[in-house]
């Protein structure tokens, strides 16, 4: 008997309609999002049983760094996007990218290149670079400049166990009147003969990694909730790095899609000009009721250059809590798709199974294939099995914003994570979620907006959700 996660096919949804299953048997046998990260060119056999997990001494799945092995958990389809074998561009030397003189060939990368930063050598991107790499992988360090602006715009980004990416650091941010970028570039769609399992076209980061953008104010709250025709805010209190050109997002108080972005005119202590007027009203249905304005703007950002969702970015730290991210913008990211049915994996229950046996075998099936077109695991923030020690040290996401995700936005899988005063805006599905059930860390004082569905909204007068 056959349970495909979310088919679109009929045919295949009635294999399983009249035959009502326990998932019990799945206690401790997860198959996650990102368990679909890929098995290498040379796909693993067609069934793999879930039953001799290999458990930490807490009795947690264990996924940790291990001292001294810089390939930890190195998945075999990740790594074969950047094997060495096929760099075009190496970097052997420590120094600015623009300087010839450290990469091997005496050239700095070029359109197309396929790109490693030798473990022990430091790279420092100086300026910004219009040319599209195919791959980057870090074995070394790659850092941004924080004082001019910065830009690399690659397919494929890859660090491995003991590489480091930093675009500014809690001791040094990027400077508020630069940015740091990295674009994650569209030459077509992804080539599945190279990657079969499309883990590809984002940032795949296996080590240390730390981005600091320039301190701003979330959000804050209106002194005076104004009303359609406004061409002006008047916030509660002064915001932090609020500039002419932000984008800033007044909350709805009429359903779930009145909210209105507009972009800052002008800030003179607490009143903020708008490019043009409020087309709604914004007033609170309730007297103790605030409403919000949130900034989405950051100077340090990760975005895709085609925003059809499936030829997006994904960012996917994987096996590792070694991440401090601090002001920092995601934009146009991920591309599962949470507005409709996935079709990616099937499980495989034996026939005599009944009951509630948990010793009886299960498997999973990947059906990665050419047909398949909603992967899950590709998501716009997301952590992937770093960990549930609470003896561990928590990564932390503070003060920044994913901006327009068809699924998810900041998501914490099996690992351990604070996330702290950041925004979420235009997710399709939850903002802030968890999706095993083991994850620890917390989810404090963050903001979502427009959570909304757009094959399935919910009625704000019944809250039922619309269907047919």
Known sequence: MILRSGLSRKSRRKKTR???????????????????????????????????????????????????????????AVMALVAH???????TGTGNWSDPSIWQNGQVPTQGARIVVSEGQTVTVDGVYNAEFKTLRIDGTLKFATDVNTQLKVDTLVSTGCARLEMGTQANPVDANVTA??????????????????????AILMGSTEIAGAQTTDRVTLATQPLAG???????????????????????TNGATSDEVRVIASVNGTTVQLDRALDVDHVAPKSHLNVHVANKTRNVQFSSENTAVKRRGHIMFAHTLDVKIDNAGFYDLGRTDKSRDLDDVFFEFDEGISGNNSGAPIHYTLEIEQESTNIRGRYALH???GGVDPSSTAATVSGSVVDGSPGWGFVNHSSHVNFNS?????????????EAGDEIGSFDNNIAIRSVNPRNPVDPETREIATD
């Open 18 to 76: 009249n035959k009502p299953l326990d998932f019990q048997l799945l206690e401790k046998k997860q198959l996650m999002a990102a368990d679909l990260l890929g098995h290498g060119p040379h796909p693993m056999p067609a069934e793999t049983q879930l039953v001799n997990t290999t458990q930490s001494p807490t009795g947690n799945t264990s996924h940790m760094h291990q001292e001294g092995n810089c390939q930890h958990h190195a998945n075999p």
């Open 85 to 91: 074998e096929d760099a075009t561009h190496v970097a």
């Open 181 to 202: 970028k990295i674009i994650f570039a569209d030459d077509g769609a992804i080539d599945r003969n190279w990657d079969p399992t499309r883990v590809s076209r984002g």
């Open 230 to 252: 406004a061409t002006s805010l008047q916030l509660s209190e002064v915001p932090v790095n609020w500039k002419v050109g932000d984008e800033i997002v007044i909350t709805g």
């Open 383 to 385: 952590f992937h099995r």
């Open 422 to 434: 950041n925004v979420a805006y235009g997710v399709w599905g939850s903002a802030y979620y968890t």
